[in-house]
């Protein structure tokens, strides 16, 4: 069992600025041990009887059932901290929950909405704190919550004002975009450095790139002025400056679709209207839903009826050839297989009954299982799980993206729970089965380019730290 001694020289720094500071963002990769930094300050802050009622951790389900809980009983200094998990069928069961005296209580994003119901003001004096709110929030993962979404808005108006002592952790801020910036700095400074309201964030930073109003672009000289901002309250640390990492091998296989399958892609492209063979018919109402419609008709297949929510047709079966080749060629070694959409699960489960889907519910089962390699393809759909994957990095180094994904951040997730200093293989090897000429191009394409303004930030955030340690 490690002991605090057995931190690392970056973890054993950076503890004591977040208790002093009280409030501190890390960005930090994965494998960087942003959780036992984490949980090293509450239990330093229980010690010097800075906090009394713990702390609330924020994450995604998956993440929820035993990552931190598993974390701390790696360390002799945190096996003694009390977990609950808050996460009871029914209301009144929720409530015992938090109301059980624990150092750690630990909740899903998707739980916000009804702990922002019982924080409702209607039901404490004014001022008055409830008498089970902890002192302390930490959130993982902390991209998920949006400047406009449901689940910010119950930290803004209804948590932090009982957490003084708050840390966000995430290896992907800016996942999507510098907008997705904005709600975490709150968090953390409620609006000191990048502003109180969303919209001033947005017109102040950004111009808008389109007739609609729907795309912006940073103004001239706005992206470095945003990392000067907030470099003081966050901390950047890349896992290749700090760790013996394998190298990513990152490679498309371009498909081609059947001559069939592409006129009719073509056809639906252009005129936003195709018929199917079995005469359903499918309308992209706009260009969003196009764009969709056209994702999956590189993938091949689409769903057909809007009234029937698994009504779907396949068109062509080119990607799970070429799945199949790509499977033969690991040559026995354990590959991980992700997939998007519902229609992607019921034909890859046809083509391979066998084989194990992880989901939200399964994480803890399976963990072990591929961990010893007796799970030769593993599939997964990064909406539900990307988040859920610690520990996965032994007993597989391959990826191979059945479908393409616009997320850079599920994206940077999935490779990023195989690229850790524990990996045996040298190599992790990422490649993406791509329709040639379709949206699948367009996709690769736009995820890139949101990795590329993530790492941007990163290196801003890093020379940042360069000028204020000269």
């Not at 409530?95 to 119901?117: C, F, N």
């Not at 968090?187 to 502003?195: A, C, H, N, S, T």
């Not at 057909?304 to 080749?325: F, G, M, N, Q, Y």
């Not at 990826?399 to 190599?427: E, N, T, V």
Request: contains cysteine; aromatic residues 10%.
């Amino acid at each position: 069992m490690r002991t605090r001694k057995d931190l690392r020289g970056y973890q054993a720094r950076i503890i004591p600025r977040a208790v002093k500071e009280r409030t501190l963002g890390l960005f930090v990769d994965m494998s960087l041990g942003k959780t036992v930094i984490s949980l090293t300050v509450l239990k330093t802050l229980l010690e010097r009887n800075k906090v009394l009622r713990g702390a609330l951790v924020v994450a995604p389900i998956v993440v929820t059932k035993e990552t931190w809980q598993n974390e701390a009983k790696k360390w002799s200094h945190l096996k003694n901290l009390k977990f609950v998990l808050v996460d009871g069928k029914r209301p009144a069961l929720r409530i015992k929950q938090l109301q059980e005296h624990a150092d750690v209580h630990v909740i899903s994003y998707t739980m916000l909405p009804w702990l922002g119901r019982i924080l409702d003001p209607r039901y404490w004096k004014r001022n008055q704190r409830p008498p089970w709110m902890p002192e302390m929030l930490i959130l993982d993962e902390s991209e998920n919550i949006k400047g406009r979404g449901a689940w910010f808005k119950v930290l803004r108006y209804k948590v932090l004002k009982w957490t003084p002592y708050r840390i966000i952790q995430t290896g992907t801020p800016a996942a999507h975009s510098l907008f997705d910036l904005w709600p975490q700095m709150f968090v953390l400074d409620k609006g000191r450095r990048l502003g109180s309201a969303f919209d001033r964030y947005r017109s102040r930073f950004f111009q808008q790139a389109d007739y609609n109003g729907f795309a912006f672009t940073p103004r001239e000289g706005a992206e470095k002025l945003i990392y000067d901002l907030i470099g003081d309250k966050v901390i950047r640390l890349d896992g290749d400056d700090w760790l013996e990492l394998p190298q990513v091998v990152e490679e498309d296989v371009y498909v081609d679709l059947p001559a069939r399958a592409m006129k009719l892609y073509r056809k639906h492209e252009n005129d936003m209207f195709t018929k199917l063979d079995n005469m359903k018919e499918v309308e992209a109402a706009n260009a969003a839903v196009l764009s969709g419609q056209c994702w999956q008709l590189a993938n091949g297949a689409i769903y057909d009826d809007p009234e029937e929510r698994d009504s779907w047709t396949e068109i062509h079966t080119v990607k799970l050839e070429a799945l199949r080749r790509e499977i033969d060629q690991a040559v026995g070694q354990p590959v991980i297989v992700p997939y998007w959409f519902r229609h992607d699960r019921a034909r890859l489960e046809r083509e391979y009954p066998k084989a194990t889907f992880l989901n939200k519910n399964n994480v803890v089962e399976v963990r072990p299982l591929w961990a010893k390699g007796k799970i030769p393809i593993l599939f997964l759909n990064p909406q539900s799980v990307s988040h859920g994957l610690n520990d996965f990095e032994l007993g597989g180094h391959i990826i191979i993206w059945f479908a393409q994904i616009w997320s850079g951040g599920k994206y940077h997730q999935i490779i990023a729970r195989l690229k850790r200093p524990d990996q045996r293989a040298p190599h992790v090897i990422s490649r993406c089965i791509t329709a040639r000429n379709t949206v699948d191009e367009v996709i690769s394409d736009s995820r890139n380019r949101r990795l590329r303004g993530q790492a941007a930030l990163f290196e801003a955030l890093k020379a940042y730290r360069m000028r204020k340690n000269t």
